[in-house]
């Protein structure tokens, strides 16, 4: 199982970005997507996830209605599209995957990819 994250970079404030995460080895239809952040000096935290088969999604408060998870099961990866984009979105960006349940909880995913950095700065 490998997940390969990329998208990040630097975007002036009320830009978009758009990350993806490349899965291999598995069949990501099968899984939950999570999408994380961890700024500087903070905890990892749970941004975007995702069901497998029911469709449900997750989004933490701060990022409802400017965050959008998605997958491409034919593509075998999923995307984070960022809009609206805040100085406070500025962190690591990691995807993660597991079977189901999915929940928001880093501790109950097992398969990480590397790490993107997002910007958000004028």
């Known amino acids: 199982v490998q997940l390969q994250a990329s998208g990040g970079g630097l975007v002036q404030p009320g830009g978009s970005l758009r990350l993806s995460c490349a899965a291999s080895g598995f069949s990501l239809s099968y899984y939950c997507i999570g999408w994380f952040r961890q700024a500087p000096g903070k905890e990892r935290e749970a941004v975007s996830y995702?069901?497998?088969?029911?469709?449900?999604?997750y989004y933490r408060d701060s990022v409802k209605g400017r965050f959008t998870i998605s997958r491409d099961n034919l593509k075998n990866t999923a995307y984070l599209q960022m809009n609206s984009l805040k100085p406070e979105d500025t962190a690591v960006y990691y995807c993660?995957?597991?079977?189901?349940?999915?929940?928001?909880?880093?501790?109950?995913?097992?398969?990480w990819g590397q790490g993107t950095l997002v910007t958000v700065s004028s």
């Open positions: 995702t069901g497998s088969s029911d469709g449900s999604t």
């Open positions: 993660a995957t597991d079977l189901p349940p999915c929940n928001s909880s880093p501790e109950e995913y097992r398969y």
